[in-house]
């Protein structure tokens, strides 16, 4: 799924070029070619199928210029992850009806490639001999309130598999308090975002519980005209495939991951994931020359050769890209929605 | 004289486009073409000579196309002031003996063009019947350490000239508490470095005090091979104009300076000459937006279109060039030479 409008990282990126697109880690590969490189070590890379806007399905091509045509699944709206999840499983449904089927955001970061490819083949094995749809589970590591969070029960009746889990419960983005309660329990897991079923599996699962979206995106194809497809976007209920499936389906298990995670949403989780000098600063991006500086995170990944020269600063954001530079204290990340408002709003006046 | 190295305002300054070729003040021009302009106003334009080094030529004739070949007068290398004096007064010689010649630095600020204006055509008008130098002086309004000071004692003997004094003593770049006794005496100016004179009163005054320069310069004329051109100043002493004559001659006479003037020499002098807004913001280029900040200078001459957003800083310095950006509290803007002289050595190991 590359289909996210992630703004969160204004400058760097932005809803033309969204955090998927995007080297955010600074290691000279976008997130989306981090993800498809994780998964082509273990999956036969034209199984690989990604779903992306119709806006941005030119970038993902440029990004992984091997990709054949009926790879880039292109919806022509934005309706949440279960319209997104099912078209795509149509789509693979006309070439194996009995596919097994990873889903995953394009855009989080796996940081243990070992731990991540030996996870994904045991649940690949497990879905193989179970009707379950199993769900990634990071291990928490404080009250983040932008995660979903899995409540588990006792171990799965499974050999084998200490790391697997009956799901009890799913929520959404909870607040702090409820973040620190989850903790404390020790029975709650962040929701990773990553499913794995089989293909029959799923489409059950849709029928049962999204039978709408089941009706409609079903018979879509790779080959359906795009005013049909268009069509079925624009009278789709737009939901998550956590609320519209997870939350009620009675054969979830959760696996426990064993390979770092990070949706890397905000400025601090990219500084937290962020290899660190000894002075706390995360330096991701350009030619950076820091000076009296602390905790302070420089990124420019459009901006390779750029020189940066940074003094006196403690616990800020320097970002550019290749026409605006931000800096803004850590503690006052939420503020680019601002910026970035701002910034639209001087260019549509400047413009008239 | 446009042939200084100014590398006090890297990032947006170094030695191959030192301060006179850059827009610093943020108004669309050079410190050159709004010198160029402030003669131009008064003087006949094809009488303005501007003396550069052979590696600034092309940025000279760049920046103010309309030039004739004989109007830049180019050193083939660096000897201070009073060697660049003679040489363009060797020049002007060729053309009119009897010229009377203001000397300038071409990367200094002035505010007040009028006054500039009357002062000067005073001063021209002063040495048309007085065989006196007249130098420039203005009213110290802090204990600078890196200005000259000119020690003047009473009126000039003249009639409607309160501005004129005589000149007692000049003292480059004082201690700051020498600076401090001198303010409180009341008898000094900053030297704003721009002299007025008779061509014969400059010539005579280059034999009494600087005879070797006045036999091998005077020599010299716009038809010089470079090869004589290059051993005159190879043999010749490095002295400034204010060390070589003015502490010297007899004739020296200091004119109040009525126009506002800074030779913007360090961050602070620019940030006190900026226009600043409610915040203290000094805002020269780009387009700026500033959140939580203030008392700092924002400035990128070469990046108008460029998008700034600065958030929670106070009393620093955002500059850009093309390729490097610069983040520095103005109470460290002396360590610039070391950010340039890190970035240059970095790239030279890099280039390796």
Request: proline share 5%.
């Amino acid at each position: 799924m590359a289909g996210g409008l992630g703004s969160r990282f204004w400058p760097i990126s932005n809803s033309d070029t969204p955090k998927q697109f995007i080297d955010v880690m600074g290691v000279g590969k976008s997130m989306l070619q981090m993800t498809f490189e994780r998964f082509e070590k273990f999956c036969r890379r034209e199984q690989i199928v990604i779903v992306t806007g119709e806006h941005y399905a030119d970038q993902v091509r440029e990004q992984i210029p091997s990709l054949e045509p009926h790879q880039v699944v292109v919806e022509p709206m934005r309706r949440n992850t279960a319209p997104c999840i099912a078209y795509a499983a149509a789509i693979i449904n006309q070439r194996d009806p009995e596919a097994t089927i990873i889903v995953s955001p394009a855009d989080h970061a796996i940081f243990k490639q070992d731990k991540f490819e030996a996870d994904m083949l045991q649940a690949v094995d497990v879905v193989g001999s179970h009707d379950w749809i199993i769900t990634l589970g990071a291990q928490p590591t404080k009250p983040e309130t932008s995660y979903g969070y899995i409540q588990f029960r006792e171990q799965a009746s499974l050999e084998n598999a200490k790391n697997l889990h009956k799901v009890v419960t799913f929520t959404e983005k909870p607040p702090v308090e409820m973040a620190r309660q989850f903790i404390a329990s020790g029975e709650f897991f962040w929701n990773a975002g990553i499913f794995v079923w089989r293909l029959p599996i799923l489409m059950q699962a849709y029928r049962d519980f999204l039978p709408a979206i089941a009706e409609t995106f079903f018979s879509l194809g790779i080959d359906t005209p795009h005013e049909d497809l268009e069509r079925v976007y624009a009278h789709s209920e737009a939901i998550s495939v956590d609320n519209g499936i997870m939350e009620k389906a009675s054969n979830v298990h959760v696996m426990e991951a064993g390979f770092g995670w990070s949706d890397v949403e905000t400025w601090d989780s990219l500084y937290d994931v962020s290899l660190r000098d000894s002075h706390g600063n995360a330096i991701l991006g350009g030619n950076v020359f820091t000076y009296n500086t602390k905790n302070t995170i420089v990124t420019m990944p459009d901006e390779k050769g750029k020189t940066v020269v940074v003094e006196g600063l403690d616990g800020y954001i320097v970002a550019a890209s290749d026409d605006t530079l931000m800096i803004c204290r850590r503690s006052q990340e939420e503020m680019v929605f601002r910026f970035a408002s701002d910034v639209a709003l001087k260019e549509l006046i400047d413009k008239k």
